[in-house]
Every structure is written in C-alpha cells, then in structure tokens.
C-alpha cells in the first residue's frame, strides 16, 4: 500500500500514469487519463485509515495545466456510473503531484477515477439494446478485432453523422451517446419516443457510432488506439512533426476512420458532430470548422450560429462565448474529423466538447460535470437538430438574413473570468 508516514494509520500511496503507445504523427506518448482500484485490508472494527494518493508524474502528462481545477472522481461501485463523487481536496501543487486524500473506514475496495470509465462491456450492452429498435451494423474491424459498432435510424432527407470518443480517454463522450440512443430509440420505454423524437426520425437518416476507438479504450489510453494513433488527427494525408509525409487513414494505423470515411462516402453527410472531452476548459461547447474552404462564405457560419444558439436554449449547460479560438482563414488542419467532412461534404460539422472539471456555467462542486449530464446533454441534442434542419441545404441562402438575432455566429474565445460564473 506504501510507506506509512505521519501518525499511525496514516499512509501515502504514490502512483503514476502510464503512457499510450507511442504517436509517430505527433512523435511523442500520450498520457493524462487514469482509473485504479484501492484494496484495503485488516483494518480493526470501529477504526479507519488516511491515505495520501499521489500521482507524482501529473507534470508529465499531455496537459498538465489541465489539472488546476481538477477534482478525481470515486466510487465504491465501479458498475453503476451515477455513484461517484468527486474528491474535492484535490490539489496539484508546485511539485507537480497531483494529490487528493481519503479515509477508509471499513475494509474492502474504492475506485478513483479522472473521469468514470464508459466500459466495453457497458458498450456491447448498449448496442445490443440498440439492435432491438435499430439497424446496427459493423462498418468494419479495429486493428484488435473488435467491431466498428454504428447505429442507423430513422428515414430523413438530411443525413446526420454523429461520431463519438474517437480520443478514447474521454468516456464523457460515450455517455452522451448512450444518452441520445436512449431518447432517440425509446431504449428506456420499449421503443415508444416522444413527438419530438418522430419528428427527427422523419426529418433525418442518422449514422451513430457510439465509440470510435474501442481497443484504446479497453487499454485505458488517453487519445489513441492500440498503435498509437491518434484517430483525430488520421482524418486526411498530412506531414508529421518532422516534416515528413504522413498517409491517413490506412488499415494499418487507423482502420476506425478508414470505415467510417468509406460509409460517409456511400451515404453522403449534411450535418456531422463529434463528440469529445476538454481537459483544459469547464465549460460545454462547440468547436467549428472555422478556417475550412467553405466557411469563407456565411452559410457554414450562420449554420453553425443556428445550431449552437439553438442549442443553449434547449440545454443551458451549452454556453456559446467560451470555447477554442477560431482557426484564422485558411489555416485549419485538414487531418481533424470536423475540418475534413466539412471540407469534404461542404456541410455543417462541429465538435462538441464536454468538461473533464466541474461545469463552471452550471456547478456542481460533489459531482461536477458527470455522466448523468453528458447522458442529458445528449438526449437534448435532438431539438437543435430539429430547428436546424430547414437550413442545411437550402436552395438559397435567403435565410440568413431573415434569422432572429439571437441565432447569429459568435466568434468563441478561450478567455474567460471564472468570477463571471
């Protein structure tokens, strides 16, 4: 358990986080995301024991400015994903350790957790339950054998491709999934779906894939797959950090967007999300495909207005000021999802990001941004898809002008006053 310090019944674990394969895009190893068991034995009745954990290599993870402001999640039912709490003592101080303490006080197990996992088995679960009110469909294999699980529904004019967890160590995005299958499917009421609901099917073909990245998500990696790919960066050819040319997707890295890219082709697209998780930010938002080819023109970026306002009206736990800066024309990286179908598709695509850290537009200092919120987050997706419809192709772009105010294009910074919230 580690050296006993202090008083008796004191103790200080000290731990630290493994590495993802190795990158050759980027050159380097990712590492931020963890999640262990803490087993402790022979304690006497009536008494307890202080642990210290330690992670003493947080200042050597991919983002360690992230960590100010985290808070670990913790549980002692690893399977229910509405248990766990958040340590809200933890600190990561000027050594570069990040620290959280807890007492136990009978034997047995607790879990700690940067973000509670989103587990195969919980995937599999999910896509069976999806089988029974759905098409579901492997649009391929992962380089270890596991299925490239995508869910069709619905009978629309207007495609809608909605990717999710393609960074692995961001299971807050596969929550989200569950939670837009759930009211999309009716999986919580035997198929029946709210008016609502009936109006998006008629309006959209939806292609959904609940985890882009499975084997690096059964490996704990934070953004790759099991070869070290980051599948976010594998979207077209680019060069690596060495200037070097850099071939994306192949079946040999990147199997996962190779299947994806060749469907999207086969089916077309009209609108893509991509759902992830911010370290760094507290906040939900939407990052665009500002700097494409086709944003130099106002639809894509009135489009992108329409959704996210829309958005925030359903669900306030979207906020439209806070979020990455803007890409400056011409200069936004073909080899990322949104980038490459909206250049590819002319379309509306969009990442959205949700906080690893408490949501500091809405706060919840004992659960902070959780599961149960990404899930809702979700379900609520389907309204602003529904508002945005009668835009995304139209015919001409007479709309625009006729939009109320309040759906008009907000550059996003990532500046912001956390006295302000």
């Not at 895009?25 to 262990?36: D, G, K, W």
């Not at 192949?250 to 697209?269: A, D, I, Q």
């Amino acid at each position: 358990m580690g050296d006993q310090t202090g008083e008796e019944g004191e103790y200080t674990v000290l731990l630290q986080i493994k590495p993802d394969e190795y990158t050759v895009l980027e050159r380097r190893s990712h590492a931020q995301y963890f999640c262990f068991r803490s087993t402790v034995s022979d304690l006497e009745p009536d008494s307890a024991t202080t642990v210290t954990y330690v992670i003493d290599n947080a200042d050597k993870v991919s983002y360690p400015k992230a960590w100010k402001g985290s808070t670990v999640f913790y549980t002692t039912n690893v399977v229910d994903a509405d248990s766990w709490k958040r340590k809200t003592d933890t600190t990561y101080d000027k050594n570069g350790n990040l620290v959280w303490t807890h007492t136990h006080e009978r034997n047995g197990s607790i879990y700690f957790s940067y973000f509670p996992p989103y587990s195969y088995e919980r995937h599999l679960d999910l896509v069976a339950q999806c089988g029974g009110y759905a098409n579901v469909q492997s649009l391929g294999q992962t380089l270890d054998g596991r299925e490239m699980d995508c869910i069709q529904a619905g009978s629309g004019d207007r495609v809608c491709w909605i990717i999710h967890r393609q960074h692995p160590g961001e299971p807050m995005a596969e929550f989200y999934a569950e939670g837009l299958l759930t009211r999309l499917l009716g999986l919580d009421s035997n198929g029946e779906v709210d008016g609502l609901v009936q109006k998006v099917l008629s309006l959209y073909t939806f292609y959904i894939v609940p985890s882009m990245c499975p084997d690096g998500a059964v490996r704990g990696h934070l953004r790759t797959n099991g070869v070290g790919s980051n599948l976010n960066r594998e979207w077209a050819d680019s060069r690596d950090q060495l200037g070097a040319d850099y071939k994306a997707p192949t079946l040999e890295r990147s199997p996962e967007v190779y299947h994806v890219k060749t469907k999207m082709e086969e089916t077309g697209c009209d609108i893509f999300l991509d759902i992830h998780g911010d370290e760094e930010l507290p906040f939900n938002f939407f990052s665009g495909a500002e700097g494409t080819v086709h944003w130099g023109g106002s639809r894509l970026e009135s489009l992108h207005g329409v959704l996210c306002a829309a958005y925030s009206r359903t669900n306030p736990d979207m906020q439209i000021p806070v979020g990455y800066d803007p890409s400056p024309a011409g200069s936004a990286l073909k080899n990322i999802a949104t980038n490459a179908v909206a250049d590819r598709f002319n379309c509306l695509a969009v990442t959205l990001e949700m906080p690893f850290k408490d949501c500091l537009s809405n706060p919840n200092p004992e659960r902070g941004w959780s599961p149960n919120r990404a899930r809702m987050l979700g379900a609520s997706v389907l309204e602003p898809l529904a508002y945005v419809h009668p835009y995304l192709r139209a015919e001409t772009d007479d709309w625009i002008g006729r939009l109320p105010a309040e759906d008009a294009y907000v550059a996003p910074s990532s500046q912001y006053n956390a006295n302000d919230y």
